[in-house]
Nanobody, 123 residues
Framework: QVQLVESGGGLVQPGGSLRLSCAASGFTLNYVAIGWFRQAPGKAREGVLC????????NYADSVKGRFTISRDNAKNTVYLQMNSLRPEDTAIYYC????????????????WGQGTQVTVSS
């Protein structure tokens, strides 16, 4: 019953923007931390941003500082990743994940994962 579904990925030109959504079901966001992760071809999955059950955010990737922001809409039970000034190196599959604890950058500390959504930044 616990499920996360990502959406909003696609093809965007360098410098463009994209907003990803992570819709949660089976639990409320007030009781979990939600992290955004990404995995580029040939690279390990890395943490990007996380929002805690209290609403605070933590950044885990220096390369996205000032460009990406995480937010949530409790009424819609959805977490968002706003991505601005996109670069080709941002190309990856983006995943959201839930953890019944504090935010963490390690993938193995999260309990539930979405299926991922592809983001491609190219001209």
């Amino acid at each position: 019953q616990v499920q996360l579904v990502e959406s909003g990925g696609g093809l965007v030109q360098p410098g463009g923007s994209l907003r990803l959504s992570c819709a949660a079901s089976g639990f409320t966001l007030n009781y979990v931390a939600i992290g955004w992760f990404r995995q580029a071809p040939g690279k390990a999955r890395e943490g990007v941003l996380c929002i805690s059950m209290g609403g605070g955010s933590t950044n885990y990737a220096d390369s996205v500082k000032g460009r990406f922001t995480i937010s949530r809409d409790n009424a819609k039970n959805t977490v968002y990743l706003q991505m601005n000034s996109l670069r080709p190196e941002d190309t990856a599959i983006y995943y959201c994940a839930a953890r019944y604890s504090q935010c963490a950058s390690e993938t193995d500390k999260y309990n539930t994962w979405g299926q991922g959504t592809q983001v491609t930044v190219s001209s």
